[in-house]
């Protein structure tokens, strides 16, 4: 790499509103003096090392989060191993080591409450006096509040889990997303009307068993759907994996074995056991109803 670098750095997970500051920060950086918009982050999260036994559910994985990073500005990332002897690094030695790893390195941008080196000893303060000595500016990005509080990526974790997906996708700015391939099915959803796809998806993260509006994407083309993400109490025996089912709206419903991504819109209500299917039918319906309200399908007919 030979054009001056504007790096930011931080765990990203979740690419928010907060991260999403800190690469603004970087992208003007770039503008006014030239250079590339890079990324330094982490792989594992430092949590996965630090303490396995309570390590911090990822909000997306590696692929997810180099998406949405480039979608927010980064021309460049790297994705640094996070061992226990980087996490031994003396904090004062952390700028040098960027400079030795990064040789076109310029501008460092970080969040206020960024912390960094042995036992997390070291913050903006410290980087930037550290830095200074090296011919490397620090910026500190602010924190971004939303409500009465700061966006970050534990607040957006709470709000998934809870099933507050409107407030995490506030913070997400693009709203939540899964994504994988379409995996074979029981066709149980057909015989009581309603077809599903079903995705092969195990996030880290689980958000809120339920019912979901969502838009299903395949090939570029947004398709409305209903999404169920749960354990099938009125059909399963006993505890199971979640899964994540969707019953297309409108448009042809891709097929075992596409790869698509599921964008996660309104949550509707929680998962519940129904004492029959054809209770269960009727809830189904209820909950498209709803789905169609929520995606402006008013008026539409159901596809079967």
Not at 4 to 29: T, Y
Request: net charge positive; charged share 15%; proline share 6%.
């Amino acid at each position: 790499m030979t054009a001056p670098l504007h790096l930011a750095i931080g765990a990203f997970d979740g690419i928010h509103l907060g991260h999403r500051a800190v690469l603004h920060s970087a992208r003007q950086a770039a503008r006014t003096h030239g250079g590339l918009v890079g990324v330094l982050t982490y792989e594992p999260h430092p949590s996965k090392v630090l303490r396995p036994q309570a390590a911090v559910p990822m909000v997306f994985g590696q692929a997810q989060k180099t998406d949405r990073l480039t979608e927010a500005g980064a021309q460049w990332i790297h994705y640094e191993p996070f061992t226990l002897d980087h996490a031994a690094m003396p904090a004062a030695a952390f700028p040098a080591w960027l400079k030795q790893k990064f040789s076109t390195l310029q501008t460092i941008h970080v969040g206020d409450n960024f912390r960094y080196g042995h036992q997390r000893t070291g913050d903006g303060q410290s980087l930037m006096k550290n830095s200074q000595a090296l011919g490397l500016t620090v910026r500190l990005v602010d924190a971004v509040q939303l409500g009465q509080e700061t966006v970050s990526s534990s607040r957006i974790r709470q709000a998934l889990s809870q099933g507050e997906l409107a407030l995490a996708n506030q913070m997400l700015l693009r709203p939540y997303e899964a994504e994988g391939v379409i995996g074979p099915g029981r066709q149980l959803g057909r015989t009581i009307g309603f077809p599903t796809i079903n995705l092969t998806w195990q996030p880290e993260l689980q958000p809120a068993l339920g019912v979901y509006a969502v838009e299903v994407i395949h090939q570029g083309t947004a398709l409305p759907a209903v999404a169920n993400f749960g354990q099938r109490p009125t059909v399963e025996n006993g505890p199971v994996a979640p899964l994540l089912e969707a019953h297309i709206l409108r448009g042809t419903a891709p097929t075992t074995g596409d790869r698509i991504r599921v964008r996660w819109l309104n949550y509707l209500r929680s998962e519940q056991k129904f004492p029959n299917l054809a209770a269960l039918q009727a809830q189904i319906a209820l909950d498209t109803m709803q789905a169609k309200e929520c995606l402006g399908l008013t008026g539409d007919v159901v596809t079967r």
